[in-house]
């Protein structure tokens, strides 16, 4: 009953759309007339190419046209219509990526933590957050993969995996131009072609600049706040001499130049009395000891040989560096009361060889993975104490950590058809990691250290610790598939994945000889786990499709990271802080996923015109059965799944009608996410309360696919909400760190509208 997809490593990366995912009529149509049944959509979920309806994994697909279609500027806005995923920016920045799948991920940028949810991009897996927020331009597809991937996808995906795939050179000489132009200033350009210099070599790439003016005003400085100054290109050579062999090397860089992101203090100062401000995208921060600045490229040769026509070979050769300078002013005020200043390094190597196989029964893949990667921070964090209420100079603490990481696997998953109706998949990965890691804390009077322009006096070296440790993890994977006919597709599954252990990059090793605990214990914390049930059913039929699923997560040994107020001088006011990360945690976690697509008419209005809805409803229910704080004591029954509300939701409805040798687009989207916590332990002011975003679009299309012309609307309601922030108060409403306390937002963006201009040939 199932279908076999005869296509060749990543030259088979096809237009693939998925009808779970936002899918216009001008697309459906566009499909149709290209005979292309609903069957025939493909992902690579699996690291080999498929069916959308014979996966028995929960993906939700997103083609390069459907993007377009709506206007998308990067990967977190398909986090709005995919249920149980949030994709952030993460606070204080303009482009490092917090992602969670199921409640599961990780919001912590500092090198030692590893992320819980994989990002890949053109199956290069990026390994640090850092300069993660990818701008949408040139792209082929991004595949959602919920639940852990550890099998096929390696550590660290314990939650799921994004993949982001672009676009393959076009065999003809091929130019596209777009331009953005909107509110605030918004002017973005973009540009991308393809050239073939020979019949079997061909060279292309893509050109993109974003800007606009901040959606607030630092208050302190004058310059924008929550402003985009964005250059983003990327360029490849292919070589294809025959069916057998594809070859493909690119180059990409992004350099993000926007300002530093002021947050929005939602208490007033406890010191100076500044008032809470009326513009949430406003801030009065003061911190300008160094210039906002993120860079980062990378190279990748990937290529194909097909051996016969059962076994292909592939290999995926990648270097990746990034480096960013950010100043973050914790408190959001002029004065320096919590100031730290940071630099982000982080730089890596990967290779991925795969074997894979396609036989009349049997599908599957063999592989082996290794990645050398190191990533180092540096930050202070200048402190007011009360030494600054009569004039004695502040306190410094700062932090260098660097870790690198050697890790290795090999993996194996195999689909076998017992029957027509009945497949068994099987897979297994076998990894080795171990993490080696420097952590030197020492605290100043003075000022800012010798990384941000100061010359301090040091009075103390609080942490020196130098330290290995190495993991050895089996993830296995099994799944049964029944597909009676070729429109249903049931399922069940039971998966595991875990994530690297480390050293806590906060750690503060005298804090654990004063208490007499061993370093290495107190610093180490070891790789969490999970393990995953699902079972689903897939439905696909001429006017209807659905995706349904049910998830069981029995999460172990979650890692929570965390920092306590030191008091080192006697006067009670905390002056320094130590940071204490633990496998404190375990929880149970499951839900529901429900994704849809219906065509509901056509011919309504006008002849040739048609509606189509598409759903995505999302419901989650987290709770740790275990939670010990920095003191040792169990508060799980205060502790709650953050970043994860309970439901999400989005519907959009879009009407297609021809127009003008053309098609023209109506689309609207209402999404819904439920009140969620920022971090584990809930605050009021802090958390978020549920919240609807409106966005629409409308979209002309020329008949003969050159031109496009659309106006997007974007959060038309002007909601407020925020997406990340800081808590340094005690829950007596006393700081723990600084003397204004720090309890600071950061916000999604307001209403925008958008006018697009776009052409091709």
């Known amino acids: 009953m199932k279908t076999k997809l005869r296509t060749f490593g990543v030259a088979a990366a096809l237009a693939s759309v998925s009808p779970l995912a936002f899918m216009t009529p001008a697309a459906v149509g566009q499909e149709a007339q290209a005979g292309q049944p609903a069957d025939l959509i493909t992902v690579t979920a699996r690291r080999r190419e498929e069916s959308l309806q014979d996966v028995p994994v929960s993906v939700t697909a997103y083609s390069g046209a459907q993007l377009e279609q709506i206007g998308a500027q990067d990967i977190t806005i398909i986090a709005q219509t995919t249920p149980n995923v949030t994709l952030e920016v993460s606070r204080g920045t303009n482009t490092t990526l917090t992602a969670f799948i199921r409640g599961i991920g990780q919001q912590d940028p500092v090198a030692g933590f590893e992320a819980g949810v994989g990002l890949y991009v053109d199956d290069v897996y990026l390994n640090r957050p850092q300069a993660a927020v990818l701008d949408i331009f040139d792209v082929e597809r991004i595949e959602v993969l919920r639940g852990p991937q550890g099998t096929l996808y390696g550590r660290n995906t314990v939650g799921g995996a994004v993949k982001y795939v672009t676009r393959r050179l076009s065999d003809e000489p091929s130019f596209s131009a777009r331009v953005n132009v909107g509110s605030y200033n918004q002017l973005d350009t973009i540009f991308s072609g393809s050239m073939p210099l020979t019949d079997t070599f061909r060279v292309g790439g893509a050109l993109a600049r974003y800007t606009r003016d901040g959606f607030g005003t630092n208050l302190f400085t004058g310059a924008d706040n929550y402003n985009k100054d964005v250059w983003a290109g990327r360029i490849s050579a292919e070589f294809e001499p025959n069916d057998s062999v594809f070859v493909r090397l690119s180059y990409d860089r992004v350099e993000d130049s926007s300002n530093p992101r002021g947050g929005h203090r939602l208490i007033p100062g406890l010191v100076s009395g500044a008032p809470v401000l009326d513009n949430v995208y406003d ?143 099987v897979g297994g990965r076998y990894t080795h990691d171990e993490r080696s890691s420097r952590v030197l804390r020492r605290t100043y009077i003075g000022g800012f250290s010798e990384f941000f322009g100061g010359s301090p006096t040091l009075i103390a070296t609080t942490s020196d610790f130098q330290g290995s440790e190495s993991w050895n993890d089996f993830s296995p994977r099994v799944s049964i598939a029944y597909q009676p006919t070729p429109e249903h597709n049931f399922y069940a599954s039971f998966s595991q994945g875990f994530k690297g252990g480390s050293f806590d990059p906060r750690g503060q090793t005298s804090v654990a000889i004063a208490q007499g605990i061993d370093v290495f214990e107190f610093m180490r914390f070891n790789p969490e786990t999970v393990d995953a049930y699902e079972i689903g059913w897939k439905f696909t039929g001429p006017r209807y499709r659905h995706a349904l699923a049910f998830f069981y997560n029995d999460y172990t040994d979650v890692q929570v990271p965390g920092s306590i107020g030191q008091d080192t001088t006697g006067d009670g006011v905390p002056d320094t802080f130590t940071g204490v990360t633990t496998n404190a945690g375990a929880a149970t976690i499951w839900g529901i996923e429900y994704e849809g697509n219906l065509a509901i008419a056509e011919d309504t209005v006008v002849q040739g015109d048609n509606w189509n809805f598409n759903w995505a409803v999302g419901y989650l229910n987290g709770q740790y059965d275990q939670f010990i704080n920095a003191f040792g004591v169990d508060i799980s029954d205060q502790a709650v799944i953050q970043n994860s509300p309970e439901w999400m939701a989005s519907g959009t409805l879009a009407y297609n009608v021809p127009l003008a040798n053309g098609d023209l687009s109506v689309i609207n989207t209402l999404a819904y996410r439920g009140s969620y916590s920022q971090f584990e332990i809930p605050n009021a002011l802090l958390d978020q309360d549920g919240y609807t975003l409106w966005n629409a679009s409308v979209v002309w299309n020329s008949g003969d696919g050159r031109w496009q012309a659309g106006l997007h609307g974007r959060n038309l309601t002007d909601e407020r909400y925020k997406v990340s922030g800081y808590n340094f108060i005690n829950p007596d409403g006393t700081p723990n760190l600084g003397l204004e306390g720090t309890l600071t937002a950061f916000y999604g963006d307001p209403r925008t509208v958008t006018a697009t201009f776009a052409y091709r040939f």
């Open 283 to 425: 801030t009065r921060a003061g911190l300008d000891v160094v210039r906002q600045k993120v860079e980062g490229e990378g190279v990748s040769l990937s290529a194909d040989f097909r051996l016969n026509d059962a076994w292909t070979l592939r290999s995926i050769t990648a270097y990746r560096e990034d480096s960013s300078t950010t100043p973050i002013d914790f408190d959001s005020l002029p004065a320096a009361d919590l100031d730290v200043p940071a630099i982000y390094e982080n730089e890596q190597f990967s290779q991925e060889f795969q074997l894979l196989y396609s036989g009349d029964r049997m599908d599957g893949i063999i592989g082996f993975y290794y990645l050398d990667a190191t990533a180092s921070t540096v930050f202070d964090v200048l402190l007011a104490t009360t030494g600054d209420l009569i004039g004695l100079p502040g306190l410094n603490a700062q932090t260098f950590g660097n870790v690198e990481t050697d890790t290795w696997s090999i993996f194996a998953d195999f689909t076998y058809d017992l029957t027509p109706e009945w497949s068994l998949s």
